[in-house]
């Protein structure tokens, strides 16, 4: 039987010590990377600063690019904000901006490319540009040159006007950038009538916009657009309650764009859930309770219920420090037999006198089966605990949709 060898002991050469001062295997770039994008440096670990994690990260990050990998840096960036993989949009845009900075000519022009297929929405353009500014005097280079001038105006002139046009009325500044800011550095030129009556919108005024459009004869798609930003207005300056429901269920109206007095009213909000996206609904459900808006039995209640239901807003939350040991060590000691242990962990695991990977193995002899550990990554960190030559265990960073199937694969020894 293998001997136990504590957690404050290495097993091996292999391992180094983790924060905790416990012995772990240490994951590649690649896979700090990936944990980076998946969870960021948010809720750090339990041990470890915020700040230090995102320094450890992007420098993991600048090593992968010196090593001609900074193509696939970008190309991991796309996929994790494409498939909703992360947490939160801020680690992605942190790494975007650090990939757009970078001196390799290929990766920065790559990001540049990204920055729309990654920035779906105002506030990460805004934060995206912001980073690059907060890295404009470690990395030594400028910001508003002509790649990331031409990133901007893509993405502006990708969008349909309406597209355009609610994104400038929901959100109009963040992070001290404004869409102001941005059409006037990027030096926009409309891509088309929708877009230029939009961009005159922004950078003008709503009168401007009137008096330059009253005499023209506009496109079916122009004149809804234009209906669209009246009602933009007309909500901004009414306090009448059943205009501000009419606006709202006739021009799809959000919450962005009414005046907080409008928010005091239950039938606005009523009116503002038949359309609300779910992200929406989870953040407003303490609103929308305490305003009565969901009382039992209500409409309003099986509107909510139904989308709560939808499968792909699964959130992630994070867990506090464990002896991963445990698992294996409960299930030997009281004779239970399993295929498969998944351990969710920060990776810090003093805890206990036996390395999980130890405790398998010990198990495996006691029971006589081939068990394996999953060991899934709830934090950015340089460790993990899992044996890297051991094919019967493996790392899963972060939980997708597709991570059932890798865990079913793994379990039916498929990889």
């Given at each position: 039987?293998?001997?136990?060898?504590?957690?404050?002991?290495?097993l091996?050469e292999?391992?180094?010590?983790?924060?905790?001062?416990?012995?772990?295997?240490?994951?590649t770039?690649?896979?700090?990377?990936?944990?980076?994008?998946?969870?960021?440096?948010?809720?750090?670990?339990?041990?470890?600063k915020e700040?230090?994690?995102?320094f450890?990260?992007?420098?993991?990050?600048?090593?992968?690019?010196?090593?001609?990998?900074?193509?696939?840096?970008?190309?991991?960036?796309?996929?994790?904000?494409?498939?909703?993989?992360?947490a939160?949009?801020?680690p992605?845009?942190?790494?975007?901006?650090?990939?757009?900075?970078?001196?390799?000519?290929?990766?920065?022009?790559?990001?540049?490319?990204?920055?729309?297929?990654?920035?779906?929405?105002?506030?990460?353009?805004?934060?995206?540009?912001?980073?690059?500014?907060?890295?404009k005097v470690?990395?030594k280079?400028?910001?508003?040159?002509?790649?990331?001038?031409?990133a901007?105006?893509?993405w502006y002139?990708?969008?349909n006007?309406?597209?355009?046009?609610?994104?400038?009325?929901?959100?109009?500044?963040?992070?001290?950038?404004?869409?102001?800011?941005?059409?006037?550095?990027?030096?926009?030129?409309?891509?088309?009538?929708?877009l230029?009556?939009?961009?005159?919108?922004v950078?003008?005024?709503?009168?401007?916009?009137?008096?330059?459009?009253?005499?023209?004869?506009?496109?079916?798609?122009?004149?809804?657009l234009?209906?669209?930003?009246?009602?933009?207005?007309?909500?901004?300056?009414?306090?009448?309650?059943?205009?501000v429901i009419?606006?709202?269920?006739?021009?799809?109206?959000?919450?962005?764009?009414?005046l907080?007095?409008?928010?005091?009213s239950?039938?606005?909000?009523?009116?503002?859930?038949?359309?609300?996206?779910?992200?929406?609904?989870?953040?407003?459900?303490?609103?929308?309770?305490?305003?009565?808006?969901l009382?039992?039995?209500?409409?309003?209640?099986?509107?909510?219920?139904e989308?709560?239901?939808n499968?792909?807003?699964?959130?992630?939350?994070?867990?506090g420090?464990?002896?991963?040991?445990?698992?294996?060590?409960?299930a030997?000691?009281?004779?239970?037999?399993?295929?498969?242990?998944?351990?969710?962990?920060?990776?810090?695991?003093?805890?206990?006198?036996i390395?999980?990977?130890?405790?398998?193995?010990?198990?495996?002899?006691?029971?006589?089966?081939?068990?394996?550990?999953?060991?899934?990554?709830?934090?950015?960190?340089?460790?993990?605990?899992?044996?890297?030559?051991?094919?019967?265990?493996?790392?899963?960073?972060?939980?997708?949709?597709?991570?059932p199937?890798?865990?079913?694969?793994?379990a039916l020894?498929?990889?």
């Open positions: 039987m293998e001997e136990a060898v504590s957690q404050m002991q290495p091996n292999k391992q180094v010590p983790n924060s905790a001062d416990g012995y772990v295997w240490q994951v770039d690649m896979n700090r990377l990936q944990r980076f994008l998946c969870f960021g440096s948010e809720g750090g670990t339990y041990y470890i700040q230090k994690l995102g450890e990260n992007a420098d993991a990050l600048l090593r992968l690019i010196e090593d001609g990998k900074g193509c696939e840096v970008v190309q991991e960036i796309k996929t994790f904000s494409q498939e909703g993989r992360a939160k949009p801020e992605i845009l942190f790494a975007l901006a650090v990939s757009s900075q970078c001196s390799d000519a290929k990766t920065k022009q790559a990001a540049y490319k990204a920055v729309p297929e990654v920035c779906h929405v105002p506030t990460q353009l805004f934060t995206f540009i912001q980073f690059k500014k907060d890295l470690g990395m280079c400028g910001i508003w040159g002509r790649a990331l001038r031409k901007v105006a893509d002139n990708g969008k006007g309406m597209a355009v046009a609610l994104a400038v009325t929901k959100c109009k500044q963040r992070n001290g950038w404004s869409h102001k800011d941005l059409l006037r550095l990027s030096h926009l030129k409309p891509a088309n009538e929708g230029a009556m939009v961009t005159k919108y950078m003008k005024g709503w009168n401007e916009v009137q008096e330059a459009y009253k005499d023209i004869k506009l496109s079916a798609e122009s004149e809804k234009l209906k669209y930003l009246e009602a933009v207005e007309k909500v901004k300056h009414t306090k009448d309650e059943l205009e009419h606006l709202i269920e006739e021009y799809n109206l959000v919450r962005e764009q009414l907080t007095s409008h928010l005091k239950k039938d606005v909000w009523k009116a503002l859930l038949q359309e609300m996206p779910l992200t929406a609904i989870l953040r407003n459900l303490g609103k929308m309770t305490a305003s009565s808006v009382e039992p039995g209500s409409p309003e209640v099986t509107i909510v219920c989308r709560l239901r499968e792909k807003l699964l959130k992630k939350i994070p867990v420090p464990t002896n991963c040991s445990l698992p294996m060590l409960w030997q000691k009281n004779g239970v037999a399993a295929d498969v242990f998944i351990v969710f962990t920060d990776n810090e695991t003093f805890a206990g006198d390395q999980p990977a130890t405790a398998l193995r010990t198990y495996r002899e006691a029971m006589g089966i081939p068990s394996k550990l999953i060991v899934c990554g709830m934090t950015s960190s340089t460790f993990t605990i899992a044996d890297p030559d051991d094919r019967g265990m493996l790392d899963i960073c972060g939980f997708d949709t597709g991570t199937d890798v865990i079913q694969n793994f020894d498929l990889i």
